[in-house]
């Protein structure tokens, strides 16, 4: 029966002395060893043909089969390209220390494991592989783009110690990829992209110790991945340009402790991490970062917990749409330290380019959902400082007091300019409703000021009087008005005026059944507004007849002008505490909603 060419042995007599030992071995299942070194040049007793190897690798033929174990190869130079695409391999291939040119592994499927540890190759073309085993490619040297797309590899894809060179191109295009696992270890060094985007990882994918080295933009690519355990970029991850994790689904934790991201070229403004739209079900480490992360963008993205240090955050980071469940830190949580973290995102969602009102970038989310994090993990005080600062940026960047858009710009500061005091004033006496005890260090220092101006008028000026008209008709209180007091004194020149003579607050003719003027009880009834302490009704300032020119009545003006206005102003205060107390209720209410 015929036989494709190259499925014979015949084909490839004689054999060339490598060969003939690797011949023998294949039949036995053992280790054909020409080297314990991989070979730069061929040599008549190292050199082992591409063509007769894929004759092994297929299995030999009836005179000369290849045992179960499969082939295997170490220290050999092979000669030609090795072509195994669309090949089924029934057993395992190992090809150790050896010298490839070209191998091409598309659409191959394996029935076991492919080893090419320590191994050098110009090319590895293996898109739509399918291997039932490990793929081991440790310590392996490549010269030019290896791609594995849409590959599917029953277990862990290993690239310990590898080094791949793309040549000015990608690395390594593994995009679409099935794996158990990926491990980027062991000083493993990649020049060029290494392209993972829309892998699917039933287990962990590991890179410590290794350099990621773009050679256009991007240093590793892992859009849309989906790892079904955790995300390793931590001690001795290096990366020369961006890494980009947007879209990645994340089940485990994504470690990036004591990672080293950096851009391409130093002084340029290019991302080093972008993680848009990514969701982490475990914890984001981001502890130990050999440089701060500038640039990064985390917008969109959702975190089971997030865990930072001091050290992590650099400048025009994305956090808009950032959200995480829980917030953790190495040192103490400071309220301060987290304000100084959202002033690191990019200056335009700060509020720092300078534009105001609908024209600002402002990004409210990440303010608020660090005040909403705080609450739920028991940080109350922290929360409020949060809240105070994320008012106070409002301010700053012009978003309090915006008119709606019906209002003609012209008359706009008609609504722009009251909400901006009211806004003020709420900051002034409650901490935008944040410190609301602040509300009664304003009252008692409002009543204490009060008490003692009417005490000094009351005393020294003889300002207050009974308001109840049927007092001014008994003669029995003659003695008490201020008139009566300056004609006693006009009469007895020398003498000193008894107090209980010409002043209502201290004349003792007033009938005790009447109530009695008290400068506290009197201010406490001004401030608070719906109580009545029968001060106000039965007591008032005497202030003299206006005069009918408005210089002369501003010449003419006494200590009952000034009375008059203070307790004005001391209504309006008690009003204003009344309604920012409501106000700071209806606050607590919403926020908890």
Avoid at 195 to 217: H, M, P, S, V, W
Avoid at 222 to 250: C, M, N
Avoid at 360 to 371: G, T
Avoid at 426 to 447: K, N, S, V
Wanted: glycine share 10%; net charge neutral.
């Amino acid at each position: 029966m015929a036989v494709p060419h190259g499925r014979s042995l015949a084909d490839f007599l004689p054999l060339k002395p490598a060969e003939q030992l690797l011949l023998k071995h294949a039949a036995l299942g053992g280790m054909t060893e020409i080297s314990t070194q991989r070979p730069t040049d061929a040599t008549p007793s190292n050199t082992v043909r591409a063509g007769f190897l894929r004759f092994l690798i297929l299995g030999g033929d009836d005179l000369n089969p290849v045992h179960e174990l499969g082939v295997m190869l170490k220290g050999a130079y092979v000669e030609g390209d090795l072509e195994l695409r669309e090949s089924r391999v029934d057993t395992s291939i190992a090809l150790n220390h050896c010298c490839l040119q070209n191998l091409s592994l598309r659409g191959a499927s394996v029935q076991g494991t492919i080893n090419l540890a320590y191994s050098s190759c110009k090319s590895l073309k293996a898109d739509l592989l399918t291997v039932s085993g490990t793929m081991c490619l440790d310590h392996l040297v490549a010269k030019g783009s290896m791609t594995l797309q849409k590959a599917k590899i029953g277990g862990s894809l290993l690239l310990r110690g590898s080094n791949l060179d793309g040549q000015g191109s990608y690395a390594l295009i593994a995009d679409s990829l099935v794996v158990r696992s990926i491990h980027f270890e062991e000083k493993f060094i990649a020049l060029g992209e290494v392209c993972l985007i829309g892998a699917e990882i039933k287990g962990q994918l590991n890179c410590r110790d290794c350099t990621f080295k773009a050679t256009n933009a991007f240093a590793l690519s892992a859009d849309s991945i989906t790892v079904q355990g955790t995300v390793f970029l931590t001690t001795g991850f290096h990366s020369q340009g961006s890494v980009r994790f947007s879209g990645a689904r994340i089940t485990g934790q994504f470690s990036l402790k004591e990672a080293h991201f950096e851009r391409k070229n130093k002084g340029e403004n290019g991302e080093t991490l972008i993680a848009q739209n990514a969701h982490i079900e475990g914890v984001l480490n981001m502890t130990g970062l050999i440089a701060p992360l500038d640039n990064a963008a985390f917008s969109g993205s959702r975190v089971g917990t997030l865990h930072d240090d001091a050290r992590t955050w650099g400048k025009g980071i994305g956090l808009n749409g950032f959200t995480y469940n829980f917030l953790t830190t190495e040192a103490p949580l400071r309220a301060q330290e987290r304000i100084d973290w959202l002033d690191r995102q990019i200056p335009a969602n700060t509020g720092a380019d300078g534009l105001k009102g609908s024209a600002s970038k402002f990004r409210p989310q990440p303010w608020r959902h660090l005040q909403h994090v705080l609450e739920e993990m028991g940080h109350a005080e922290e929360a409020r400082e949060v809240g105070i600062a994320f008012e106070k940026r409002l301010r700053k960047v012009g978003l309090i007091g915006q008119a709606p858009a019906g209002i003609p710009r012209g008359l706009r500061w008609l609504y722009r300019l009251p909400a901006l005091g009211l806004h003020s004033l709420y900051g002034l006496f409650t901490g935008f409703g944040y410190r609301p005890m602040r509300l009664l260090a304003w009252f008692f220092g409002t009543w204490l000021v009060c008490t003692s101006v009417y005490w000094y008028a009351a005393v020294e000026h003889k300002v207050f009087a009974p308001s109840n008209p049927l007092v001014f008709q008994n003669e029995a209180y003659a003695s008490c008005p201020p008139e009566y007091g300056e004609a006693w004194q006009r009469q007895h020149p020398a003498a000193e005026r008894p107090a209980d003579i010409g002043n209502w607050y201290t004349c003792k003719a007033l009938r005790g059944e009447y109530t009695g003027f008290s400068p506290g009880a009197y201010s406490l009834d001004i401030l608070l507004s719906l109580v009545d302490l029968q001060q106000e009704k039965d007591w008032g300032p005497i202030t003299p007849t206006p005069f009918p020119g408005y210089w002369d009545e501003l010449k003419n003006l006494e200590w009952g002008h000034g009375i008059r206005l203070l307790i004005w102003l001391e209504t309006l205060i008690g009003w204003g505490i009344s309604l920012l107390l409501v106000a700071i209720v209806s606050g607590l209410t919403r926020r908890k909603e």
